[in-house]
């Protein structure tokens, strides 16, 4: 069973880094492709980072490219989402989630996730 928790969000200023971290509970970590998503206020849950299983091919959103950086550590059961040089459109309740898909092209979509987490706020103050 996956069972995911977010944490590392909060308020912090714009430009400033902030990693969130996402861990499983289950024993099952390294078999699953693992998502980043965001929800900001009014508007649908869309897309942020994904990597694959092994780690070897991550996509990015093109709103965070060059800026968010994921990365995973298969021992530890955990994924994380490096945020540099945040802007305020960054402000968002950012959601990691966990999927059976293989192919990077794949992972950006929401369906190709069963898990999820409850989510941690990220607030972008300018």
């Known amino acids: 069973q996956v069972q995911l928790v977010e944490s590392g969000g909060g308020l912090v200023q714009a430009g400033d880094s902030l990693r969130l971290s996402c861990a499983d509970s289950g024993r099952t970590f390294s078999e699953y492709a693992m998502g980043w998503f965001r929800q900001a206020p009014g508007k649908e849950r869309e897309f942020v980072s994904a990597?694959?299983?092994?780690?070897?091919?991550?996509k990015y959103a093109d709103s965070v490219k060059g800026r968010f950086t994921i990365s995973r550590d298969n021992a530890k059961n955990t994924v994380y989402l490096e945020m540099n040089s945040r802007k305020a459109e960054d402000t968002a309740v950012y959601y990691c989630?966990?999927?059976?898909?293989?192919?990077?092209?794949?992972?950006?979509?929401?369906?190709?996730?069963?898990?999820w987490g409850q989510g941690t706020q990220v607030t972008v103050s300018s």
């Open positions: 990597i694959i299983r092994s780690g070897g091919a991550t």
């Open positions: 989630a966990a999927g059976r898909g293989k192919l990077a092209p794949v992972l950006v979509l929401a369906t190709s996730y069963g898990y």
